[in-house]
C-alpha cells in the first residue's frame, strides 16, 4: 500500500499510457528493487561499544561480485536504529529503493529515477525480518484509482452561529 504512494522524481510525460490488457515494457513502466534485512542485535563489550563493526563497503567490490547488487549495497550501508526504551528496529525508507533501469532507460534518463523524498518511511523491521521485493510504477490518472489524484482529502465542520433576540 505505501508502495504505490511514493512520488517518483520524473516527468509522467515521457512514459506511454498502459492499459490493463497491455505488456509491460521499458516504455510505460519504472522498475524498483528493495532487499533489506535487518540483522540480530549487536553485542557490547566491557566498554559499551558494538563488538560487531559493520565494514565499508564500495562500488567496486559490488562491480566486481555477480552475488551482489546495488540493492545490496545500499541496504549493507545502513545500520539499525537502537533507542533505550524502544526495541531494536531498522527503519526502511523510500530513499532505499533502488532503480533497476528497463531497455533503454538508462540513456533516456541518465541522472536516474529515484522518489521525490528519500526519507518517506516504508516500514520498520525487527530483528532476522526481510524485506526483498521487485516494484514495477506505471503511470495512471485520478479516474482509474485515487492514488493517482494529486489532492489530499478535504474535511470541513459547520460552525453554527446563535443569536439571542430577547434576553
Not at 549495497?73 to 528497463?102: C, F, M, N
Amino acid at each position: 500500500h505505501r508502495l504505490g504512494l511514493i512520488p517518483l522524481d520524473i516527468d509522467a510525460r515521457l512514459f506511454d499510457d498502459i492499459e490493463d490488457e497491455d505488456e509491460a515494457t521499458d516504455r510505460n513502466t519504472v522498475v524498483f528493487e528493495l532487499k533489506v534485512t535487518c540483522p540480530a542485535k549487536p553485542k557490547k563489550d566491557e566498554k559499551g561499544a558494538d563488538e560487531i563493526k559493520v565494514a565499508e563497503i564500495d562500488e567496486e567490490i559490488v562491480a566486481n561480485n555477480p552475488h551482489l547488487d546495488r540493492a545490496t549495497l545500499a541496504a549493507a550501508k545502513k545500520q539499525a536504529i537502537e533507542t533505550p526504551g524502544r526495541p531494536y528496529t531498522k527503519h526502511v525508507y523510500s530513499g532505499d529503493l533502488t532503480w533497476v533501469p528497463q531497455g533503454d532507460q538508462e540513456e533516456r534518463f541518465p541522472k536516474g529515477i529515484k522518489p521525490v523524498h528519500d526519507d518517506i518511511l516504508i516500514a520498520k523491521l525487527r530483528p532476522g525480518q526481510t524485506i526483498e521485493l521487485e516494484a514495477h510504477g506505471r503511470k495512471g490518472i485520478g479516474k482509474d484509482h485515487a492514488k493517482y489524484s494529486p489532492v489530499a482529502t478535504a474535511c470541513y465542520r459547520l460552525f453554527t452561529q446563535v443569536e439571542l433576540v430577547e434576553p
